[in-house]
């Protein structure tokens, strides 16, 4: 059996008992006493798009036609619905929706007077039973009550029945509504007393005609001043019009002036890209050409160090230990490099090495030894003496006999440099006297350049800071490795005045004038 529902929640609701049996007195006070809803005006539009929107609305609502698709009614319906509606109209049963019936609720087409004509039918057909006399009291009893809802869902805003829950939800709503309400009266109430305690006085009044008339002369003048504005107005509009043509005339003028100006800057920028171009040109070239004149040939090409205890020249060790044996190649290119130096540095400070001739040949270089009586041969050549400055190296050390050719070569190295270094010294004492004598430089002597260590050289010995130079004995190799770092270093020593004597040429002249020497 349908049972009613909430028509919020859709919660199946029983109805009070004091429902059940209600007389047609008490349902028609309970009817009468629902307030009826009065129809409200609709609402105003508050914007010009709305305004536009409503009016359209109404304009098509007057000139509208046909609908363009109707509803096919059966004549069994037209029929059973001719007493009561039009019979292309349907409707929806609300008493069905007010019910929770046992399957979906369902659209009909036919009126309720038909419906209930029907279950009557139905009624008298089993009316031998009393149970379906107590099913009929019932249904009619719950048509009374869905038919009182109808009423009241009618002449209100809410849709009825409502159960105890959404009761209280409604009811909590509607006390936000009146207290927004009351606040809303309250503050029209007050802004009524407000305006009723405005009222003007007679006084305020003949003071505002005044005011008034005092308004209405400043507008009459006020509009004389407006006038004369205007004409004004038109002399300026016709002076801006002058203007502009002369502003016209300008702008052309302007356009001129900068065309002929960025002809003129973009020369200008040639002009200037073609200088610092040259700028960086000369400053390039002005850099490679300190780098060139700061560079040291004689450096450059002649290398020399240390590695330890072994001297060096172009990366080659000269010397031999036993806990370090060099290998004689790289004695004997060290050697000849040497050799190399000592022929490059008496050439450059022409100093003429007597008694000696070196042949400067790598691995391989030679001392010639020339005699003093010098026999030509056939060819024009001299004879002399020939010192192999290398060795094969096969021959075990302490065996001095097998190296006195090699010795001889070293003695005879030896006393070339010592040579060169002589002069070198006569040199640069010559040059700091004729310095002391100079009137610039009276009164501070200069002293002249001493080599590193002494050599002194013999018949057949030479030696250096006090070491030999032989290579022959038991024990000597250190001895030998020493002398031959000092020998070295008194090669660089005459390497770094010649390189001085290169950069500054007129040092050499000087020194040639004051040895009474023509180069």
């Known amino acids: ?139 009619h009893r719950l048509a009374t009550t869905v038919k009182l809802f109808e009423i009241l869902s009618a002449r209100s805003d809410i849709d009825h029945p409502v159960c105890a829950e959404c009761t209280e939800l409604l009811l909590d709503g509607l006390q936000k509504r009146q207290h927004a309400v009351l606040r809303e009266r309250d503050a029209y109430v007050d802004f009524l007393k407000r305006a009723q305690q405005d009222v003007p006085t007679d006084e305020e009044k003949a003071k505002t005609k005044r005011d008034l008339e005092d308004a209405r002369g400043r507008e009459t003048k006020a509009l004389e001043e407006l006038e004369a504005l205007e004409a004004e107005k038109s002399r ?11 502003a016209e005339a300008l702008d052309e003028e302007e356009d001129r002036f900068w ?30 050409l300190e780098s060139l004149q700061r560079t040291n040939v004689y450096n450059d090409t002649f290398c020399i160090g240390h590695d330890g205890v072994f001297g060096t020249i172009n990366g080659l060790r000269l010397g031999r230990l036993a806990e370090h044996p060099v290998e004689w190649a790289e004695i004997n290119a060290a050697l000849g490099q040497a050799v190399l130096l000592l022929a490059v540095v008496s050439e450059k400070l022409r100093c003429r090495i007597k008694g000696y001739r ?36 096969h021959l075990p050390f302490g065996l001095g006999a097998f190296y006195g050719g090699f010795d001889a070569a070293m003695v005879a190295l030896l006393e070339c440099l010592r040579q060169v270094g002589e002069h070198v010294e006569r040199q640069s004492t010559a040059s700091a006297a004729q310095v002391q004598h100079s009137p610039s430089g009276a009164g501070s002597p200069l002293p002249g350049m001493k080599m590193p260590y002494e050599i002194v050289t013999g018949k057949d010995s030479g030696r250096i800071g006090g070491l030999k ?41 000087e020194e040639v004038r004051g040895n009474g020497r023509t180069s």
């Open 1 to 139: 059996m349908a049972a009613l529902i909430c028509q919020k929640c859709r919660t199946p609701l029983k109805p009070d008992s004091s429902l059940e049996h209600l007389n047609p007195a008490s349902f028609k006070i309970l009817a009468d006493a629902a307030p009826a809803l009065e129809p409200q005006a609709p609402h105003a539009p508050r914007s010009a798009a709305a305004k536009e929107r409503r009016k359209q609305y109404d304009e098509v609502s007057q000139h509208a036609g046909p609908p363009m698709q109707k509803r096919n009614v059966s004549d069994s319906q037209r029929t059973s619905g001719k007493a009561h509606a039009p019979p292309d109209m349907s409707y929806i049963d609300v008493t069905a929706s007010l019910m929770a019936p046992d399957g979906p609720v369902e659209i009909h087409s036919t009126p309720t007077k038909s419906r209930s004509r029907a279950g009557k039918k139905l009624t008298s057909g089993e009316s031998t039973s009393g149970k379906a006399d107590g099913g009929e009291a019932s249904s």
């Open 236 to 246: 300026m509009e016709e002076e801006i019009a002058e203007l502009d043509a002369e």
């Open 469 to 509: 130079v032989h290579l022959g004995g038991v024990g000597k190799e250190g001895d030998w490795t020493k002398a031959c770092k000092y020998l070295l270093t008194c090669c660089k020593f005459l390497l770094a005045h010649a390189s001085h004597v290169a950069s500054h040429p007129g040092i050499e002249r």
């Open 358 to 393: 070196l042949v400067p040949m790598g691995s391989t270089s030679k001392i010639v030894l020339e005699k003093p009586e010098v026999v030509a041969t056939g060819q024009g050549k001299t004879k002399g003496t020939v010192h192999e400055l290398y060795s094969s190296g």
């Open 259 to 288: 065309q002929d100006r960025n002809a003129f800057v973009s020369e200008l920028t040639a002009f200037q890209e073609e200088r610092e171009s040259l700028q960086n040109q000369l400053a390039h070239d002005s850099k490679i």
